[in-house]
């Protein structure tokens, strides 16, 4: 109930309020209810599921008109008329898209239509963030390697760790422009930095295919020094890494920063190798068949878990992103089951990947062999495929099956990867075919002689 009018003498009190009634516009009453104005900052919170903001908005209504009772659905107006939020969403979907010139139109139209509504400070970064980043990907894609460092100068948050795929990249591009020094700076930038030592992880890897075995040792001291925890994980990592270049050990670091380890790649009949560890292979990381969520944080702030359409994909992109494979998976079945027939087949690749992170592969090769992949996409996946099946039947001791991996993952790959050579040696020298392993040593020894290579030969000549 309104707060009561006290008055000494109650004849002087009607004439004063019906004097105030007629005062009035007729729309006004002391049983005062909120306007369309009073309500659009309350739909604007609703329509972004900001519940603390909400309540808050929702009380000070409250406390400003005692006798009003809010609707059902504060999305709906008085008049029938709603709030922003399909406009919103739609605008999002521009952004996603990269219709960066008609998200600026929505946004402008949408202003228009709910003159009390501005767009939210998160709306208009993405929207620069993702022309940006467009921009980027298409300096990149054009082999323009000076305006991708423009770009990347003039917004850093490009090359933020949130966003670790872009430096990766514009470290490759440096890479092959003959820029290895500026390559290998940037790489050792995300070591110091990046908080996420899935993210370090495979920085060091990556930076192994170029680095100098001194700049490798540098980077994994510094890795040490940030996550001393890992210390195990570096030093297998690191002795991996040496055993792929035919090293049997890494090159020697600082006494302060080393630690007892020496492990190296087993000779026939000793089992599995250290270097048998399940390695990361190119498509892990980054497939080349897609490009990597702008920002999957905030995509996964700004996309409804409830999603069931074109949305969902987007969902899973981003989840599968931030290292949460099972909720990727889930999120790339829910796309499948609607949209478009491009979208079905993304959503399958994206299952066979996640399926991969999560070390199915038997799983994926399902997935992708009843589906019309494209031919970049199927590579991706088998590569990925042929990978862990080797490398696991190699460490259950099954080295017929492993050498069978390796030769189709070299034939279908083009090219024959050290770390998995190695290991493809070994493993005909555990099958006791030692002259072929001697052979295997041989190329190996004669593209890059190392002490791993000499010691190959050395137990396959017994």
Not at 98 to 103: E, L, M, Q, R
């Amino acid at each position: 109930m309104p707060p009561r009018l006290i008055f000494s003498r109650p004849g002087r009190a009607t004439a004063l309020l019906l004097a105030l009634a007629l005062a009035l516009p007729a729309s006004w009453s002391l049983a005062q209810t909120p306007s369309e104005d009073d309500l659009r900052a309350l739909r604007y919170y609703r329509s972004q599921n900001d519940t603390i903001s909400y309540e808050a908005e929702l009380r000070r209504l409250r406390v400003q008109f005692p006798g009003w009772a809010p609707p059902a659905d504060p999305l709906t107006g008085v008049a029938g008329t709603t709030g922003p939020s399909v406009e919103i969403d739609e605008i999002y979907r521009l952004i996603a898209s990269g219709a960066f010139d008609a998200a600026d139109a929505r946004i402008g139209e949408t202003r228009l239509n709910h003159p009390g509504w501005t767009p939210p400070k998160d709306m208009t970064e993405l929207l620069e963030l993702s022309r940006a980043q467009a921009t980027f990907d298409h300096a990149l894609a054009s082999a323009d390697l000076g305006r991708a460092i423009q770009v990347s100068t003039e917004r850093p948050v490009l090359l933020s760790c949130e966003r670790i795929n872009n430096p990766w990249r514009l470290a490759e591009a440096q890479r092959a422009a003959g820029a290895t020094p500026e390559a290998f700076r940037l790489m050792q930038g995300i070591v110091r930095t990046c908080g996420d030592v899935d993210h370090v992880t495979a920085t060091l890897e990556k930076t192994d295919a170029f680095a100098t075995p001194e700049q490798m040792a540098q980077l994994f001291s510094e890795a040490r020094r940030r996550f001393p925890a890992q210390a195990t994980a570096w030093d297998g990592l690191e002795t991996r890494l040496a055993a792929g270049h035919g090293q049997s050990q890494p090159a020697p670091r600082s006494a302060g920063s080393r630690t007892a380890s020496k492990t190296a790649l087993a000779p026939a009949g000793a089992g599995p190798a250290s270097a048998a560890t399940p390695s990361r292979s190119p498509s892990e990381a980054a497939p080349l068949s897609r490009s990597a969520t702008r920002n999957p944080a905030q995509c996964l702030a700004s996309t409804s878990p409830g999603a069931t359409s074109g949305q969902a994909l987007t969902r899973a992109w981003c989840a599968y992103d931030m290292q949460r494979p099972l909720e990727a998976l889930g999120l790339f079945r829910r796309a499948e089951a609607a949209g478009p027939a491009e979208q079905k087949r993304d959503a399958r690749f994206g299952q066979a990947l996640a399926m991969l992170k999560l070390g199915m592969p038997d799983s994926a090769a399902r997935v992708a062999a009843a589906t019309d992949l494209t031919r970049q996409q199927r590579l991706d996946v088998e590569l990925w495929i042929l990978d862990q099946r080797g490398v696991r039947a190699y460490q259950q001791g099954k080295y017929e099956r492993a050498v069978a991996f390796f030769d189709a993952y070299a034939e279908l790959a083009g090219f024959e990867r050290r770390d998995l050579a190695i290991l493809r040696a070994y493993a005909l020298m555990n099958m006791g075919k030692r002259q072929a392993a001697h052979a295997a040593f041989q190329a190996l020894h004669d593209v890059l002689a190392t002490e791993e290579t000499r010691h190959g030969l050395r137990a396959s000549a017994r």
